[in-house]
């Protein structure tokens, strides 16, 4: 369990998946940690939900942390950073997890006195199994990455990569639930399809999908490998995989990499 004080600023989807998964890890205490949201209505939920102090402005929730998570969009962020400037001092750290956004960007726009960490974790925070990439700016030493990492440690793996990687990363594992969300839905109106009840599809579909991860994370081989061991010849796996192919599963997955890589490299161009 951590001393410091974390705020969370922008707490929408992401960062109040990461309240949720921090709190429920045990690592963050209730009472260090705060978000801020300008609207009311959202603020006054974040607080009945999950009984933190929920502040009106940014400036002040940089105020009161000692780490700042910057959850806010990439497309206003600038203007985040620019309220948050005159408060923001060089025993703070800032991490971000603006898709695309970097941190040479915003050690500029904060005057290149804080420690900044770039992070992108995914919405699985939520149930602590988020995949996060850490790259650290220029101010940021392996003490700042250790707070960083303890963060992200607290909802699920966590891996350091170079800056130039994060765009692709955001492209695949931070983007990558949504991809897994759309093959449990056809998957599962597969099974409806075929004379299954909604609830029955979807729960094999969910099992299934667990199972097959769980899987390749315990034996550790190469998935052409499992999927030869449950391709008999003759049967029906084969069968369901010729299908696949004639209609490029694989291929229409790495487009759709591409193009979240390609839409993370410019919103961290757009409002240069
Ligand atoms: N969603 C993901 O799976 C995911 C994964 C990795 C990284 N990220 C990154 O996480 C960040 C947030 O994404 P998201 O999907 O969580 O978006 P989101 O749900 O829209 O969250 C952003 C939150 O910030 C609030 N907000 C708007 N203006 C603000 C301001 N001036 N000050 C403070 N808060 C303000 C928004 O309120 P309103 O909705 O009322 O405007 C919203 O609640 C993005 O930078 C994104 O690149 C997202």
Redesign the pocket.
Known sequence: MTNKTIAV???????SALLRGILGSGWGRKGRLLA????AA?AAALRRELGIRVVPT?REAAQKADILI?????Q??D??LA?IKPVVSARQLVVS?????PTARIEAALGDRVAVVRA????AAVVRLSATVLCAGTRAGRKEMAQARKIFESIGMVAELPEYQLDAV?GLS??G??YVFQIIEGLSDAGVRVGLSRDVATALTVQTVLGAARMAEVLKVHPAILKDQVTSPGGTAIAALHSLERNRLRAILMDAVEAATARSRE?GQATR
């Open positions: 600023l922008g707490a929408g989807n992401m960062g801020s949201h300008p609207k959202k940014n910057l959850g806010v969009k990439p206003i962020l203007g985040v309220e997890i603006a898709a695309g956004f992108m974790p995914n919405v955001t931070g983007s639930p949504m919103l």
